[in-house]
């Protein structure tokens, strides 16, 4: 009995051990790719990056001059021992970033710590047609689910168009995609290019956009490339299909992101005086290029070509595009619409069409600037109505109407607009025959309605 209860104990060791060996392995096995992918740095390995990284950029690098002034800024740091404490390869690949770009003050050029990266660019000169085939539909899928750049179209109140781009797509497939949205735009009065968080992409997706708005074969930008010894130029296409607009009002939102191909297109069309700029200074980056590898867990981000706009001579590196109209990011979808609104307005001579503009600038200036009533005043419109119930919650009037409730936002004491509700506005009158105040209902073709306050119950 003593020795089957031996052998039971030995088993259930055995066992114990086998499970305790099966649920560590995944343990060690990921500290083993954390300790890969983040190795501690000595002198030897940082003096072989700095090197490596000042080679590439004296070979690759657009402006010769620039790479060696910045190969020998990183061998000075590098002897007067300012990279000696840092044996965190993050804290290494940033200090090596800021000195390159303090050179430079090009915002392109990156040191990064990627041995993933690193691994994968290594094998993909090696791979077969078929597994190149493979890595294209797989890219092509990621940009399908991502709209090909095209994040958000619509028409907005005065039938201004606007588009949120996020990227400008290389991708052949990306054809259709960039047509639809052009031609869901020709009909509007005007059209918003969002920009503001677009990090560039491909001249090629500007190229087609551009011939959207440009009437004349327009040349819109040329590249000069390291070694090269002609020009690349983009022009507009000739034909698209479609229709053109290159008389309707173009207006592009910029920040600090906005940057690299999307500062291409913002630079070409300001060149152009083709569009009104709305919102902060661009990023300032205008040499394309690509990663280079210095190791096995290191790369280098080289711009080897920069961009030359024909009118200009010149690009926006390091400065960045300073827009028309300078507000901060969040509100320059709001700017942009007013001053869209406002320059249709000076043109019509249609009363209709005038009225429905001035609806939706009222619209614009009830979110941007409301205006401030004294909450006794409020206090006297809360009460049921024929058609919904107003109360004041938290300093703020509500309608209730039906099953939505919508904020009543203040563009005059007795004047409001509903939030998320353009159809219709709000102004309370007071009634001498009642004495009661009761409400107007405005319409945008100008008709009104008048709404009855509903007596409660003694």
């Not at 070694?227 to 920040?255: A, C, H, N, R």
Request: hydrophobic letters at 35%; aromatic letters at 10%.
């Amino acid at each position: 009995m003593i020795e089957m209860n031996a052998k039971k104990i030995g088993l259930i060791i055995l066992l114990l051990l086998f499970f305790l060996a099966v649920i560590s392995f995944p343990v060690l096995a990921q500290k083993k790719e954390a300790d890969e992918k983040r190795i501690t740095l000595d002198e030897e390995m940082r003096a072989k990056v700095v090197e490596r990284v000042g080679q590439l950029m004296r070979d690759n690098y657009i402006f010769k001059e620039s790479a060696e002034k910045m190969a020998e800024k990183l061998d000075t740091q590098l002897e007067e021992r300012k990279y000696n404490k840092m044996d965190d390869v993050f804290e290494f690949s940033q200090a090596l970033t800021q000195d390159l770009r303090s050179v430079s003050k090009d915002r392109h050029i990156r040191v990064t710590y990627n041995p993933e990266r690193v691994r994968s660019i290594r094998a993909s000169r090696s791979k077969s047609e078929e597994e190149r085939e493979r890595e294209r539909r797989a890219n092509i899928e990621r940009q399908r689910q991502q709209n090909f750049g095209f994040k958000k179209i619509e028409l907005l109140e005065g039938n201004i168009g606007y588009l949120d781009l996020r990227y400008f797509s290389g991708s052949s497939q990306a054809g259709e995609t960039i047509v639809a949205a052009m031609n869901f735009l020709a009909n509007a009065n005007a059209v918003i290019i969002d920009l503001c968080n677009n990090g560039g992409g491909s001249p090629y997706t500007i190229q087609i956009i551009s011939s959207y708005f440009l009437e004349a074969y327009t040349h819109l930008n040329s590249f000069e490339w390291r070694g090269g010894d002609s020009l690349e130029q983009f022009w507009t296409l000739q034909y698209v299909p479609g229709k053109k607009m290159y008389d309707t009002d173009l207006y592009i939102l910029t920040s600090p992101r906005t940057f690299s191909a999307a500062e291409e297109f913002t630079y070409n069309m300001k060149n152009l005086k083709r569009a009104t700029l709305v919102g902060e200074t661009t990023g300032g980056g205008a040499h394309p290029g690509g990663d280079r590898i210095v190791n096995d867990y290191f790369l280098v981000w080289v711009p080897s070509g920069r961009a030359i706009n024909p009118i200009s001579k010149t690009n926006w590196e390091g400065e960045g595009i300073t827009p028309h109209i300078s507000v901060p990011q969040d509100q320059a979808l709001d700017k942009a619409h007013s001053v869209a609104l406002e320059k249709l307005l000076e043109k019509t001579e249609d009363e209709g069409k005038k009225r429905q503009l001035m609806w939706a600038l009222d619209g614009i200036e009830a979110k941007t600037e409301p205006a401030t009533v004294d909450q006794e005043i409020l206090k006297k419109y809360v009460g049921n109505f024929t058609r919904g119930e107003v109360s004041l919650k938290e300093g703020e009037l509500f309608i209730q109407a039906g099953p939505r409730q919508f904020r009543m936002i203040p563009l005059s004491e007795a004047y409001f607009v509903l939030d998320g509700e353009p159809s219709i506005r709000v102004e309370f009158i007071f009634s001498d025959e009642t004495k009661e105040y009761e409400i107007i209902g405005h319409f945008p073709d100008g008709r009104k309605e008048i709404v009855k306050r509903v007596k409660s119950k003694k």
